[in-house]
């Protein structure tokens, strides 16, 4: 089995507020081999963008870090932000959720693709850059070979148009071109269709596959939708309160789901054919300053046993007929759920 | 296409123009004392006929609405008459003082600039630390001090006790200068006189000072705030992400939106300069246009102050276009 590019091991991110530490990452463990769509699904404010942000190094402080982000073995915690900043766009993009208002109004698309080439020296010539007239010829030309790539029409007309003149789903491709400029070989979308009309969302989704096999690009997708994240991935994460609470591939966390947290979200999802009813969860989500004790879902759950609220659970791999589920790409099914280490459901006595 | 869009916002202004005439040319006349009496109370034994003469020389015995026209055409012709109490025309007078007011503008707007731009960003950048903190307290303090009591501070301080600086006056009484525009500081450099250059320089120092205090003040307060919204703003993290450094997410991300608001507010410090300076002329004795109009309005001068005013508001209406058209290069999504 091949080699995780991207691990993460317990990484942890804390902001400090004034009600207390709030733990917006806790404990997370992920391994993103080369190649895979690894999806990150959970309803807003779990932490999925946090982990974003955390394998980039762009937590603002007072936030901080523990644990590690290994890039090909390298732990990214501890580089300086001046290799951070090497990495960052060149080796790791990120494809940001809102297109309005990430791209910067004051600047023509164009140039604020072109300038990920240029921060990472990607057309380097034979001239130091400020003498060099041709290099800038050359960027354009990648860009507007990007801007083909993603499915901007007439890209040169587009050039030097701002981005409040491009419709949404154009927007996002600009987006996903500035990501894809440098080639990196691993993208972190978060939430990139959020925005967008259904229809547009498919083009979108469309585009990312094809760069994911073209370019070989792994991709963590970041999403509150775990139809989409069906669809599209090839592992999923399920988060809940900064912790992942059910993880492995799509197959196995779809149809046999193991967290009550995944088996509630996948009976939020509309069923075009059979028109049941949606089934909400309950409540909402805990405020991260105030967790309470034990399972953090199990104020909503509906298996819920008073054990549920005293201890801490881990991971565990799921058990079935006496046998870790493990899929044949090597990923071992996991959940946090008091059930699988232990208890018996009522029902099963 | 741009510069068509200027010329019709120029010729959009006369009937701005036409306005500000009408309203100061009415205030004068409604604004208690006649210009004669004034005139006649410090010359003694006058003449009831003497009084005549002198009215239908001023056309004051004429109708209202005739001195009006007759104000509206001069105007059109670039005559604004003559002034009452100096017997020549007011353009002239104008163009002797404005010089002086604009040099006195231009460095104090300098001033407030160089002095905004670095504290307002660093304060942005380094929110709630010591620098803003102090930073804003001071602008604070900039904003509320008024401009008389800052000036004759800065004289104690700088002139009267540590004798850095001149106290009055535009240039040394002992150094020669060859007018050609007027502007003294060019001047000095356009006849390459050294020695006129650094006292015309030394005696700009302390009015441009306390004229751009509140200037500085008021832009670090606007910059500060709209940088704060820029830098926590999604494209700014995302030139973070593309692997841009801090100075480059700052300087040009986020800047270059924080301008926006920004050059509105200093468009509008225009008109704050050309109000302040009446004040700052009279503490530095700075012989500008903003003393000559305090005088033109005690003796009831008219002319001298319809003058006087319709240069105020053709100054502010230009630096507004001119705000209106960097606006244009600023925000790509405002079309002139």
Not at chain 1, 60 to 87: C, F, H, M, Q, Y
Not at chain 1, 135 to 159: D, F, H, N, S, T
Not at chain 2, 269 to 278: E, F, P, T
Request: charged share 20%; proline share 6%.
């Amino acid at each position: 089995m091949a080699r995780p590019i991207l691990e993460l091991r317990n990484l942890t991110t804390v902001f400090p507020t004034r009600r207390g530490e709030v733990r917006a990452v806790d404990a997370v463990n992920l391994a993103l081999y080369p190649g895979q769509i690894l999806g990150l699904v959970g309803e807003s404010g779990c932490g999925k963008s946090t982990v974003l942000l955390s394998i980039l190094g762009l937590i603002a402080r007072p936030g901080r870090i523990t644990g590690e982000v290994l890039l090909d073995g390298r732990d990214l915690t501890k580089l300086s932000n001046r290799e951070l900043r090497r990495l960052r766009g060149k080796e790791i993009a990120m494809i940001f959720q809102d297109p309005l208002s990430t791209l910067n109004p004051a600047f023509p698309v164009g140039e604020q693709i072109r300038e990920s080439l240029r921060l990472h020296n990607m057309l380097p010539g034979p001239w130091l850059w400020p003498f060099d007239a041709g290099r800038r010829q050359r960027e354009k030309e990648r860009v507007l070979q990007v801007m083909e790539e993603v499915g901007i029409p007439a890209p040169e007309a587009r050039y030097r148009a701002y981005p409040h003149q491009f419709s949404g789903g154009m927007q996002q491709r600009a987006l996903i071109a500035i990501g894809l400029a440098c080639n990196p070989r691993i993208l972190l979308a978060d939430e990139p269709t959020t925005a967008l009309d259904v229809t547009i969302q498919a083009q979108i989704i469309a585009l990312m596959k094809r760069i994911n096999q073209e370019h070989g690009a792994a991709i963590i997708l970041v999403t509150h939708d775990l139809g989409l994240a069906a669809e599209f991935c090839d592992h999923i994460a399920v988060m809940y309160a900064g912790r992942i609470v059910e993880i492995g591939s799509v197959d196995q966390v779809i149809e046999n789901p193991q967290h009550p947290y995944t088996q509630g979200l996948l009976r939020c999802i509309p069923n075009l054919k059979e028109r049941r009813p949606l089934q909400p969860i309950p409540g909402s989500v805990p405020d991260l300053a105030d967790l309470p004790l034990g399972c953090a879902f199990a104020p909503r759950c509906p298996d819920f046993q008073p054990v549920c609220a005293e201890g801490f659970f881990r991971l565990q791999p799921v058990i079935e007929n006496g046998r870790k589920k493990v899929h044949r790409s090597g990923e071992v099914h996991m959940a946090r759920c008091l059930r699988l280490t232990g208890y018996r459901m009522p029902e099963d006595d | 296409m741009r510069l068509v869009k200027i010329l019709e916002r120029l010729l959009a202004a006369i009937p701005i123009m036409i306005g500000v005439a009408v309203i100061v040319f009415l205030f004068m006349r409604l604004t208690p004392g006649d210009p004669v009496d004034i005139m006649m109370g410090q010359g003694g034994m006058v003449t009831a006929g003497e009084i005549e003469r002198l009215r239908s020389e001023f056309n004051l015995d004429k109708p209202l609405h005739e001195q009006l026209a007759l104000f509206l055409f001069g105007l059109l012709r670039g005559d604004m008459g003559n002034s009452f109490t100096k017997q020549r025309p007011v353009a002239q007078l104008i163009a002797e003082r404005l010089p002086a007011t604009i040099e006195l503008a231009l460095g104090a707007m300098l001033f407030g600039l160089l002095v905004a731009f670095p504290i307002g960003i660093i304060s942005a950048v380094r929110q709630n630390s010591l620098t803003d903190r102090l930073s804003m307290a001071g602008a604070f303090l900039g904003i509320s001090m008024p401009p008389f009591w800052l000036g004759i501070l800065l004289i104690l301080i700088f002139s009267v006790h540590l004798k850095w600086l001149p106290v009055q006056g535009r240039i040394g009484a002992d150094v020669h200068l060859t007018t050609v525009t007027g502007f003294y500081v060019l001047d000095s450099i356009l006849t390459g006189n050294r020695e006129a250059l650094i006292s015309s320089l030394r005696h700009l120092v302390l009015p441009s000072v306390t004229l751009g205090a509140a200037v500085a003040a008021i832009v670090a307060r606007v910059l500060r705030s709209s940088m704060l919204e820029c830098l926590r703003s999604d494209y700014v993290k995302l030139a973070r992400a593309k692997g841009a450094g801090e100075f480059s997410a700052v300087a040009k991300h986020a800047l270059r939106n924080a301008l926006i608001p920004t050059v509105t507010v200093v468009g509008l410090q225009v008109g704050v300069l050309l109000g302040g300076n009446m004040i700052v002329e009279a503490v530095f004795g700075w012989p500008g246009l903003g003393r000559l109009v305090v005088d033109a309005i005690f003796a009831r001068d008219f002319p001298l102050v319809q003058g006087a005013v319709m240069v105020y508001a053709f100054t502010f209406v230009a630096a507004n276009l001119i705000v209106d058209v960097l606006y244009t290069y600023l925000n790509p999504k405002i079309e002139m």
